[in-house]
């Protein structure tokens, strides 16, 4: 497995936020965590990374990333957080070019190769002609790809991304979660990610982890974890569920 999590608690403010929560994700596959509002996905995430104190086994490509000093942790994964304070002042090009820095020496400086990388990433991303804009003076789906472009420029084989699609409208949704997905093909990368919109989680992941108040409430292919059940049991929501044309569940809410 590339990622191994097994039996994590995670404590926040005094309650218990995740509950012997575990997940594996096999080299090269998508995993998408599900689940509603205030579920722990996002916890889940940071104490992946050791941003967030849990009890509990981790494992990524064979260490705990936790145990690694920063630089090394970011050759290893690369994280999108949801909401992430932007410096002010910064340009979109050099926000980008953060992606590089576990990769630059101490006192050095980057060179051609990170720029071309930033550059090319941009370019992926649709944000080209945004390179020299400040980010504060974006909008809020372009914030939120700059987010990812610092991400895919680490160059890691683990991506984990903290709802990367929610600020975007539909053709930039698709356009990312595709991009991610060719990245995902051709160089093997393993991805995690939180998402809301269910059908787009079952449209891209190979598997789902539902979690439920801190627990995995159903874990496996999108159209085992995707049913009308699960779906009223765990979001309290009203859902028909149809086979897409490749046979993935689409959910169409139902007004009750
Ligand atoms: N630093 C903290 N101190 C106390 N409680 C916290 C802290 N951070 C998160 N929580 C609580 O932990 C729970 C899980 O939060 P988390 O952000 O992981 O949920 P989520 O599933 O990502 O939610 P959403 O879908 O709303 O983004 C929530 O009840 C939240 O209020």
Redesign the pocket.
Known sequence: MTIAVRDLSVT??G?K??DGVSLDARPGSWTAVI??????????L?AVLGL?PGLGRITVAGTDPRALRPRRRARLVAYAP?NPALPAGMRVFDYTLLGRSPYIPHLGREGAGDRAIARDVLERLDLGGLAARPLEELSGGERQRVVLARALAQQTSVLLL??PTTALDIGHQQQVLELIDRLRLADGLTVVT?I?DLTLAGQYADRLVL?SA?RVAAAGPPSRVLTREIVAAHFDARVQVSAGADGRPVLSPERP
């Open positions: 926040l403010g309650r936020v995740l689940g509603p509002n205030g579920a722990g996905k996002s916890t889940l940071r967030r949801q903290d709802e939180t809301h979690l801190g």
